[in-house]
């Protein structure tokens, strides 16, 4: 099974795998250890990566890049809408309300989701990761930013299927590096003393985590995470693409944001720019050919004037420190390092922001570009049967505080209890107590609308079903599981109903709070009980429901002290998810099947290509042989009308045949090689003929000194009997007779004719020779007695027999041994 780690980036993609030798990054068909998030979309095909970026130029309204912000959201969504305008291709809304992509495909206008287009990326990294490992990617573990939400988390795993890959876990960017970080880690302290506490700053292209971890031994909790989603790479370009249209503007009168085109072209200089401003403080010019209406143009650059056009983005950068640092309920002094990892960390002006909010220099330990892979691929080597990780704990914390509401079923009112609040240990299930008499619908939501990147509050919804009255008439008792699994989704895993459970509450509510720390399903440890009622509209948070049960507003009994007298019954009650974020079966499905139709198409077009570049390499090969050593290999008249086919398929590819199908490609080559192969192999006979030649004269050469030894009564060969040796000599003399006439014939041919020997026939001479011969006069001589006299032959000695008597004694034991096993020599 290969284990296998995607960091999917915004801009860049890292894959890293793990091999016998440990965990290593997978480098791509261009031996860049990034692949970008790039997916670009032509007349035959698809390129995805380095492939498509260089498209990203000329084919600039069908080449999708910067989707990843884009999972999950609905056309609508005003962030959809503000990207939208700043993105080269179109936004599209789809049946569902969801935002999708449309770009030219197959010459035709087409529709993807994000989904799709994912998984088409997927699709690429998963390609690369088969090629390095050799073996079929199935099992994977995919990073996704730490703010995700539910909807953006169902809707990159439903990338994953249609790529068709088994996510075992979506991890959070920053808790990968904390695992990459801490797994390695010697003298971490024991589970019973203060942890070893360490913050993580991401900054990639598109946005700024962070996350404040405790380290113990074998074991990673994180304590808080916080986020600027919007606060990356990008806008750093941004600024300098901001201040040159600007400048071009009025040195140049252009009006560059009105070729989405050349907006591309300034923004990647505007990157590299950037990019030089990390290492060189000095002025850096900005020059680019032909760039509107074939003008040129130039402008420059330095690392002051950029801080400065920049230093909001940079003060920016201080509030996430800021929250998780105090989410996190540490002290600056309690954080013993902090790694910054991501691209954009690169900036000096932001490590230098980092490093004065924590009052220390920052750590570069981990590899900025391949941490988050790293991570994931050893937390899929840990979820993974193949390999033996050490043991190492990860409790991870969701971004999002999470509530549940449900209806009254006395009075229709509503309430809503937040089950997990911010940074709540991930994963981990809470088990509800209901009284009810009828099936009735929970729904799970965001109750902090202001604190999501995106204002989509409902996750999901959920109706219990199948729930009847209590014998006795009375509500029957339902114990509601919700959790929060490794990947961060929250659902209501199950529901079940509590039979012949006598009880005086008229509708009631239970809280039993249980953590996990390796899947809900390993649930371990209970923690505290609570009880409540609600009649209320209103959220309120798992301390409000506490204290309410401290004042003794709700019930003096707890259930439970009932239930010990009763006896009960166990149903499981079935849940019907009457809404998702994720897509339907049947649309899955379908997009599966879409997507392996582009994967043959891409393979078709792959298949055609190669069709196409044999032509085009035989082409220039021969022509550039048939100048040099074939050129007497082939008479006048076969040159030129080899020439002229050269010269005219080289035209032709250029013309007609620069788009043709695979099978004319073939043909085309064929033309090519009926006319050359038999000038190649002439040639190359005429290297190898001579050769074995040599190989054959020497062997009769050889044979004929034995078969001279042999008349000469040499001791090696008096053993062979006349008539064999009758044999090698007719063999030999054949074969002699055979060479000579042949090369005779041979000579007489010109080298342009077809030859009158084949090197594989002289080839098979020459093994018939070895075969007849080698076994006549390699045949051992017969074992010649010792000369001695038996009278004064040594005796042997007493414990020392001949081969003979040993197998003669054993052979005799194993029969005694059948008879009889006690027997003893
Ligand atoms: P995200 O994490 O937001 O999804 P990503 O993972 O694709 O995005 P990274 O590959 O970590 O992002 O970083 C890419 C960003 O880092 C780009 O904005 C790039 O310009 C920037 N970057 C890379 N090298 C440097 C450098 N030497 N100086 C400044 N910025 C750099
Ligand atoms: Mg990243």
């Known amino acids: ?289 032909c760039f509107m209406d074939d003008k040129d143009v130039c402008g420059k650059m330095n690392r002051a004037k950029f801080e400065e056009l920049c230093a909001d983005l940079i003060e920016r950068v201080m509030v996430p420190l800021m929250t998780a640092v105090e989410q996190a309920q540490v002290r600056l002094q309690d954080i013993s390092a902090v790694e910054i990892v991501g691209g954009a960390t690169r900036i000096p002006a932001v490590k230098a922001q980092i490093s004065k909010f924590f009052k220390r220099d920052v750590s570069t330990t981990l590899n900025a570009d391949e941490a988050v892979a790293r991570g994931c691929a050893l937390q899929c080597a840990m979820l993974s049967p193949a390999f033996r990780v050490r043991d190492f704990s990860i409790t991870d914390a969701i971004p999002f505080p999470v509530s549940l509401s449900w209806t009254s079923e006395a009075d229709e009112g509503k309430s809503c209890y937040e ?190 290509n190669n069709a196409k570049n044999a032509v085009e390499e035989n082409v220039y090969y021969y022509k550039h042989k048939l100048e040099g050593p074939y050129q007497k290999f082939i008479n006048a008249q076969d040159h030129q009308a080899f020439s002229e086919l050269l010269d005219g398929t080289e035209n032709w590819l250029y013309e007609e045949g620069a788009d043709q199908d695979k099978q004319t490609y073939i043909n085309k080559l064929e033309e090519i090689h009926k006319l050359g192969k038999p000038v190649q192999n002439r040639y190359q006979e005429s290297i190898r003929r001579p050769k074995m030649f040599e190989e054959l004269s020497a062997k009769i050469q050889s044979y004929m000194t034995i078969m001279e030894e042999y008349k000469n009564g040499s001791d090696s060969y008096c053993h062979i009997d006349a008539m064999d040796m009758d044999k090698v000599r007719v063999c030999v003399e054949d074969t002699q007779v055979w060479m000579t006439n042949i090369k005779d014939s041979q000579d007489k041919c010109r080298s342009d004719q077809e030859p009158a020997i084949h090197s594989t026939q002289i080839e098979e001479k020459l093994q018939v020779l070895n075969n007849i011969c080698d076994e006549i006069v390699t045949k051992p001589r017969p074992r010649v007695d010792s000369p001695m006299d038996d009278s004064i032959q040594p005796e042997q000695p007493h414990n020392k027999k001949s081969p003979e008597d040993v197998t003669m004694e054993y052979t005799d034991f194993v029969q005694n041994e059948a008879k009889n096993s006690h027997i003893n020599i």
Do not use: W
């Open 1 to 289: 099974m290969a284990v296998v780690g995607f960091d999917v980036g915004f801009q860049n993609c890292c894959i890293a795998v793990v091999k016998s030798g440990g965990i290593e990054t997978a480098s791509n068909e261009f031996t860049d250890r990034c692949t970008p998030a790039v997916v670009s979309f032509n007349a035959k095909n698809r390129t995805i990566g380095n492939a498509a970026k260089n498209q990203m130029i000329t084919n600039t309204a069908s080449t999708v890049s910067h989707f990843k912000r884009l999972h999950g959201r609905l056309f609508q969504d005003h962030s959809v809408q503000a990207e939208k305008a700043s993105l080269p291709y179109d936004l599209v809304p789809l049946n569902d309300g969801k935002v999708g992509v449309k770009v030219m495909y197959l010459d035709q206008e087409h529709r993807f989701s994000i989904e799709q287009v994912t998984a088409m990326l997927l699709t690429k990294l998963k390609d690369i990761a088969e090629a390095n490992l050799q073996k079929k990617v199935v099992e994977c573990v995919i990073s996704i930013p730490s703010f995700f939400t539910d909807s953006e988390r169902k809707s990159v795993l439903d990338a994953a299927k249609i790529a068709g890959l088994n996510c075992l876990k979506l991890m959070n960017d920053s808790t990968a590096v904390a695992l990459n970080y801490g797994i390695y880690k010697e003298g971490l302290p024991g589970c019973d003393e203060n942890p070893k506490i360490v913050a993580f700053v991401d900054m990639g292209h598109s946005a700024l985590q962070v996350s404040v971890c405790a380290f113990n031994k074998g074991k990673l909790r994180v304590l808080s995470t916080a986020f600027d989603p919007y606060l990356g790479g990008k806008d750093f370009d941004q600024k300098l693409v901001e201040y040159f249209c600007a400048e071009f503007k009025s040195k140049y009168k252009m009006d560059v944001k009105s070729k989405a085109r050349a907006m591309l072209r300034l923004t990647q200089e505007c990157e590299k720019l950037k990019k030089l401003m990390s290492s060189n403080s000095t002025d850096i010019l900005l020059n680019i050919e």
């Open 419 to 608: 089950i997990f609040g911010r940074n709540h240990p991930c994963p981990s299930a809470k088990m509800i107590t209901f009284y009810r008499s009828k099936p009735f619908v929970l729904e799970v939501f965001y109750s902090d609308l202001t604190s999501l990147p995106f204002p989509e509050a409902k996750i999901a919804e959920y109706k219990v079903q199948n729930i009847q009255p209590q014998e006795n008439g009375e509500k029957a008792k339902l114990k509601v599981k919700v959790q929060v699994n490794a990947s961060g989704i929250v659902s209501v895993s199950s529901a079940t109903m509590v039979l012949r459970v006598s009880s005086n509450e008229s509708e009631s509510t239970e809280i039993n709070e249980i953590y996990s720390h390796d899947g809900a399903d390993d649930i371990n440890i209970e923690v505290g009980t609570t009880l409540c009622l609600f009649h209320n509209h209103e959220c309120i948070n798992s301390k409000n429901v506490c204290s309410s049960q401290m004042n003794g507003e709700v019930n003096n009994h707890p259930p439970d002290a009932k239930k010990a007298k009763m006896k009960v019954k166990h149903v499981v009650l079935p849940i019907e998810e009457t809404f998702t974020q994720q897509l339907p079966k049947d649309r899955l499905s379908n997009y599966m099947e879409q997507e392996s139709k582009m994967i043959q198409q891409d393979c078709q077009e792959k298949d055609r």
